[in-house]
């Protein structure tokens, strides 16, 4: 066997013994045995599905939580296009910093999203203060379902942008000059030449974003304005966390993964032909600026919009944590953060703060490793079983992680119990649970990879080490550092799953946060937000310093 | 270069677990579970699990992961083998659930006699009262200054999408005020009543905290809280801005235990706990930490309480027809609301 055999065979193998052993088996084990509570009733049965299925207020539930899913994914695309556009053609001034700061939405627990967008988006926000105090009519975008969609679109442009510019950075300038000599007019060559050959990285972001919103809880239930746009998630969380109807929980949660998986496995077989691929190109903004071309200022409003829309709730959350409420009126403090780290007595934010991305760093870590076997196996697939595989390695992202969490907690019971520390357990599920997702991101830059490089290396005469040091790597080190970020950033929101067997040694800032809120200190939370976007900001930079390509920024040097 | 880093980071990661994983430290002498605001570090939990340590000598491990219904969940998943010897902070439109599962090891602690008999609603002593208070309308006088004065006038029109209140679906005091409506209401007339609020909520959300953030940065002028919430901010905030009403129909209680578990490994410990639990060196310290009026009252009530006006008409719902009927009224909320 070759090494690059070995290779596939042995983290293909691991991943999916991983998968097996973190996901199917905890899941099947438990769906085929008993009601844990009622021993004796088996965990799923027909009856459930079937009373599922003749219940149309549930019907409709389901129908929403896959509707508002699609519209957030679809929307957060549209938003991060213009952006993708401008990130794939012009260098400016800042434009790290325009990179680095548009990902932060994602970090935000959701709990503060939810404030932020109240306190910037709401009824006496910002946007509305700034409008009443311009003389213009107030509008309310919240409590509907477009205060969903806004929070969703919100939360994952980063994303979409990251992914979509990563692709089109890549495409050769070449395809679009030759349809523009050919007389194609901009929105036939965006149809026509650029989608298609965008579409891996659309898709790819597709997945992840609906996926996501499938999830997500908090948001739809305070911004979409109540019980009216509830969905399959809430319905679930109610069963398993507050009725302990597990059976039913678990039926529910399975029913919408599978349909969410088949319907993103459709998707997923759409294959791009592999385009011409190169290093970009990138124009000067501010000298095409000074050129008065319509362009570049097109270019330079998206930039403004997107930093608005990014960075507008991100200050609204800065502000709150910088003030206190005193005898009746709003003071300037940094009360928050000297009560944080310690200045006045005891914390134990320290040690979450430690707590938390040890695990995030962690969970990252093994969604890499195992994400590596998984991305090797699908790219060695046939046509036939490419997208069942995807699918395999989706489905643990579209199950509730309630339902995960409570699998793992039998697991955790009956073997692990006093085996292994805690820690680490935490962070096998976080691995697991956001290594779709790594996927996600890493797949479409992988499968830009032109073939023959790796002919063309072994005709030079290199080892299949020198390929991946020399060659490989460099192309890969952008996504990679993105891939690895995005893991890293899930894992630290991710609460809901290492609730059920959590102790005081995985005292994490979720949790933090919501026992500062629990306790009226909202600008305690507020504050751990921002310490939270600050860290992770610091480990951005770092991770880019890391992977400075030298194939993608040839412009600086040329410039 | 970015390898090199890359086996650095891991190499970090792995360090950084390495030092947080506890040396197995000595082993507890008794395991405490309760919610995560309890335990907070401005929340009793610090407090009164330090002075029962003082008192007893011996070592508690305290584990709070997530709010109440969370906690007990947990408890009864876990009741073949229970890591936890006294589970702290079940409430009493919750506690049916762990009644419905039997999780407890009956108690009754001579310390009960400073506990006012309205409040010992388990005949059994599986469960011990040690606070309790009364969920209520909070509302920002500067913004309201005529608030509602009745669950009836909260349906009035002026206050259109001027409320915000929790789900009973996921939420305790979300729970509290659906069973609020039906005890004022009867199991006929409460859907009604919903339908008539529908209109005047602005938002329904998962848990207190969204609701209250949203109240305190005036996106609304009535919230869903506590009698108790006008205190906190009299204390640290110095503002009486912030008031509540006593509603006609009578205030719904909530009234919190804790209990033995079934299966402690520290039985005796945990029967210690439960006693110094009504004395002041625990009730003492629940006013202004947990923001509930104490079930054995020792001392006076601080000053910032006098805000807190005292309820003289209860409404209760028997615990046996909440057992009975709660799943069956969350399914009718959750579709009457809606439509």
């Known amino acids: 066997m070759t090494p690059e055999r070995w290779a596939v065979w042995g983290l293909g193998g691991l991943a999916v013994s991983a998968f097996i052993i973190g996901f199917y088996g905890p899941i099947l084990h438990f769906l085929a045995g008993h009601d844990p509570l009622n021993p004796g009733t088996p965990a799923l049965s027909w009856g459930i599905l079937r009373e599922v299925f003749s219940d149309s207020w549930i019907l409709g539930i389901l129908g929403f939580s896959l509707f508002q899913a699609f519209l957030s994914a679809v929307l957060s695309i549209l938003v991060a296009l213009p952006g993708a556009w401008v990130l794939a053609h012009y260098d400016f001034p800042g434009r790290r910093w325009f990179e680095h700061l548009t990902f932060l939405p994602f970090l935000l627990p959701t709990i503060l999203v939810v404030l932020a967008m109240v306190l910037f988006f709401g009824n006496r926000g910002w946007l509305n203060q700034a409008l009443g105090w311009l003389g213009f009519p107030q509008i309310q975008f919240l409590y509907s379902l477009s205060g969903i969609l806004i929070a969703h679109v919100f939360y994952n442009v980063p994303l979409a942008l990251k992914l979509i510019s990563a692709s089109w950075t890549r495409l050769s300038g070449q395809y679009e000059q030759a349809a523009q000599m050919l007389g194609a007019n901009a929105w036939r060559r965006f149809r026509t030449l650029l989608l298609p050959l965008l579409l891996s990285s659309i898709t790819s972001s597709f997945a992840a974003i609906f996926l996501l919103c499938l999830n997500s809880f908090a948001i739809l239930l305070v911004l979409g304005g109540g019980p009216k746009h509830t969905t399959l998630e809430v319905l679930i969380y109610q069963l398993a966390r507050i009725e302990l109807d597990i059976p039913r929980a678990a039926s529910l949660s399975l029913l919408q993964s599978v349909l969410a998986i088949t319907l993103l496995s459709l998707l997923l077989q759409l294959r791009p032909p592999a385009p011409k691929q190169r290093p970009a190109v990138l124009r000067n903004l501010g000298a095409e600026l000074q050129g008065k071309r319509p362009e570049a200022w097109f270019a330079l409003a998206v930039l403004l919009a997107l930093t608005t829309f990014a960075l507008g709730p991100l200050l609204a959350v800065l502000v709150d944590s910088v003030r206190v409420f005193r005898h009746g009126q709003w003071h300037f403090s940094f009360q928050a953060y000297l009560d944080l780290f310690g200045f006045r007595g005891n914390t134990r934010f320290l040690g979450s703060l430690q707590n938390s991305f040890g695990i995030a760093l962690g969970g990252a870590a093994l969604a890499m490793t195992l994400g590596c076997g998984t991305l090797l196996l699908i790219l060695n697939s046939s046509k036939r079983t490419r997208p069942l595989l995807e699918g395999a390695f989706l489905l643990p992202v579209a199950l509730s992680t309630v339902v995960f969490g409570i699998a793992w907690f039998h697991l955790y019971q009956r073997i692990l119990d006093g085996q292994v520390a805690l820690v680490w357990v935490v962070v096998a599920m976080h691995g697991l649970l956001v290594c779709p997702y790594w996927l996600r991101i890493m797949l479409p830059a992988a499968e830009a990879v032109p073939r023959q490089w790796l002919q063309v290396s072994r005709l030079l005469g290199h080892t299949t080490g020198t390929f991946l040091r020399r060659v490989l790597l460099p192309w890969l080190r952008p996504s990679l550092a993105t891939a690895f970020f995005f893991a890293f950033t899930l894992s630290l929101g991710e609460l809901n799953a290492i609730l059920m067997i959590a102790d005081d040694t995985v005292q994490t800032l979720p949790l933090e946060i919501y026992s500062a809120l629990g306790g009226y200190r909202f600008a305690r939370a507020s504050a751990i937000g921002v310490v939270l976007l600050l860290a992770s900001l610091f480990l951005l930079v770092l991770l880019n310093l890391g992977s400075q390509s030298s194939l993608l920024n040839p412009s600086k040097k040329r410039s | ?339």
């Not at chain 2, 702290?88 to 439109?93: E, F, K, R």
């Not at chain 2, 439960?274 to 020792?298: C, E, K, R, S, V």
């Open chain 2, 1 to 339: 270069m970015f390898q090199s880093q890359l086996v650095r980071l891991l190499f970090g990661t792995a360090l950084t677990l390495f030092i947080t994983t506890p040396a197995l430290a000595q082993t507890p002498d008794l395991v405490v579970y309760t919610y995560d605001s309890f335990n907070s570090e401005w929340g009793p939990g610090p407090v009164v699990f330090k002075r029962f340590e003082e008192h007893c000598g011996c070592t508690v491990k305290v584990i709070a992961p997530g709010d109440s219904g969370t906690v007990l969940s947990r408890t009864i998943l876990e009741k073949a083998n229970p890591k936890a010897d006294v589970l702290l902070g079940v409430n009493n439109s919750e506690a049916y659930r762990s009644f419905q599962h039997n999780i407890w090891e009956p108690y009754r602690s001579p310390n009960l006699k400073h506990v006012a008999s309205e409040l010992q609603l388990d005949p059994q002593h599986r469960v011990t009262p040690f606070d309790h208070g009364y969920i209520a309308f909070v509302y920002d006088s500067e913004t309201l200054p005529n608030p509602p004065q009745s669950l009836e006038a909260l349906t009035d029109p002026s206050l259109k999408s001027k409320i915000v209140i929790e789900s009973p679906r996921t939420s305790s005091p979300g729970l509290s005020f659906l069973h609020w409506t039906i005890a004022a209401y009867g199991e006929d007339g409460y859907l009604d009543y919903w339908n008539r609020l529908k209109p005047n909520l602005l938002t329904i959300t998962d848990g207190w905290s969204a609701a209250y953030g949203m109240f305190t940065r005036g996106e609304v002028p009535i919230v869903l809280s506590y009698v108790t919430s006008p205190a906190y901010h009299l204390e640290y905030e110095k503002t009486e801005r912030y008031k509540t009403v006593l509603f006609k129909e009578g205030m719904f209680r909530q009234i919190e235990f804790a209990g033995i578990l079934k299966g402690a490994k520290h039985p005796e410990r945990a029967r210690q706990f439960i006693d110094f639990m009504l004395t002041a060196g625990f009730q003492d310290a629940i006013p202004l930490t947990n923001w509930m009026f104490p079930a054995a009252p020792h001392s006076p009530l601080p000053d910032s309480f006098r805000i807190v006006p005292k309820p003289e008409k209860h409404l209760t719902l028997d615990g046996g027809r909440i057992e009975a009927k709660n799943a069956d009224w969350l399914r009718a909320w959750s579709r009457t609301m809606a439509d």
